[in-house]
T-cell receptor, first 115, second 114 residues
């Protein structure tokens, strides 16, 4: 079975450019999560969706970040304009219903470098 | 708020040594507890989980027991292999009213030498 698929795997871009990260969750999973991993702050939840609806976006750092889930099989995380401090590995994860007992399945991440 | 604390790494062991990685948590309610493993260049993979007090999760020779009295979920393995070298994350969900939101510890790097 296909796991969570993220693209691109690596992104290098200049400060000020728009960046779009993409995620395809596991088919049949109704909850989707975006995390950011940095050396300084570890793994942090940015936002999560349930049935395509954003439930908790309290981790989104600022208005430069936005996330959408137009349908059950696709989500995007957009940064506009990007800044060097946004450099990190961004992970997408999905779970069947988002319940507390369900493990989340992670993609391989997008390594983002903002110059 | 909820939090997870893991022992500092890196942990360096010889092959076939016994492994313990300590994890303690702070949460209200009844959280579920997880250990995830991250190999270089990859995403996190679920290693094991426990959803209520005194439950023991186990997988691939790794074990952890949900201890509510000591708010701990220590990871153990009797005999490590070089292939176990990775970063291990302890995490919880479901405390303080949150549902599936994962709260992670800072991660512990394990290096196993032949």
């Amino acid at each position: 079975d296909a796991g969570v698929i993220q693209s691109p795997r690596h992104e290098v871009t200049e400060m000020g450019q728009e960046v779009t990260l993409r995620c395809k969750p596991i088919s049949g999973h109704n909850s989707l999560f975006w995390y950011r991993q940095t050396m300084m702050r570890g793994l942090e939840l940015l936002i999560y969706f349930n049935n395509n609806v954003p439930i908790d976006d309290s981790g989104m750092p600022e208005d430069r970040f936005s996330a959408k889930m137009p349908n059950a099989s696709f989500s995007t995380l957009k940064i506009q304009p990007s800044e060097p401090r946004d450099s990190a590995v961004y992970f997408c994860a999905s779970s069947p219903t988002g319940g507390r007992e369900q493990p989340q399945h992670f993609g391989d991440g997008t390594r983002l470098s903002i110059l | 708020g909820d939090s997870v604390t893991q022992m500092e790494g890196p942990v360096t062991l010889s092959e076939e040594a016994f492994l313990t990685i300590n994890c303690t948590y702070t949460a209200t309610g009844y959280p579920s507890l997880f250990w995830y493993v991250q190999y270089p260049g990859e995403g996190l993979q679920l290693l094991l989980k426990a959803t209520k007090a005194d439950d023991k999760g186990s997988n691939k020779g790794f074990e952890a027991t949900y201890r509510k009295e000591t708010t701990s979920f220590h990871l153990e393995k009797g005999s490590v292999q070089v292939s176990d070298s990775a970063v291990y994350f302890c995490a919880l969900t479901g405390g303080s009213g949150n549902t599936g939101k994962l709260i992670f510890g800072q991660g512990t790097t394990l290096q196993v030498k032949p």
